[in-house]
């Protein structure tokens, strides 16, 4: 009898220690398919630089910028997080002969770049650190 029930316990032991490992690989997969490079032919972009999974949000890695993009909590927007801290209509980047400008729209909470509070346009640099509600992007151009 002793002998069955320790076999028994054996074997059940085995397939937890099978059913964990498999989760780890699942959870492994599914944190690699999250991962989605930027395309080659996009110049200039948002980088996320927040940790994805710290945020009550979604919110994507990258945001490619055309000529005129607007950054808010509406769906009206280019760019749409769903941050309680942003504005419906927050801030707005215009390209303007091969330069990048950043708008802050009267935002309740401020846009920030660098740390500095945004009151004018304020032209973007390549490596500039922009800081909206809980979310901060490095603006990325490669042009």
Do not use: C
Not at 16 to 22: D, E, K, L, S, T
Not at 86 to 114: C, M, P, Q, W
């Amino acid at each position: 009898m002793f002998n069955i029930l320790s076999l028994v316990f054996k074997y059940v032991f085995i397939v937890i220690i099978y059913m964990f490992i498999f989760s780890i690989i699942k959870l492994i997969y599914l944190d690699i398919k999250g991962i989605r490079p930027i395309p080659a032919d996009s110049g200039t972009y948002l980088k996320l630089i927040n940790r994805k999974d710290t945020l009550p949000f979604k919110v994507k890695e990258y945001y490619p910028l055309e000529d005129n993009v607007f950054l808010g909590r509406g769906n009206d927007n280019e760019i749409v997080i769903k941050d309680p801290y942003i504005s419906k209509k927050h801030l707005r980047i215009v390209k303007d002969e091969d330069e990048y400008f950043l708008e802050d729209l009267k935002s309740a909470n401020g846009t920030y770049v660098n740390g500095d509070r945004v009151m004018d346009v304020v032209k973007l640099n390549n490596g500039d650190r922009i800081s909206v509600g809980q979310v901060e992007f490095l603006f990325v151009n490669k042009e």
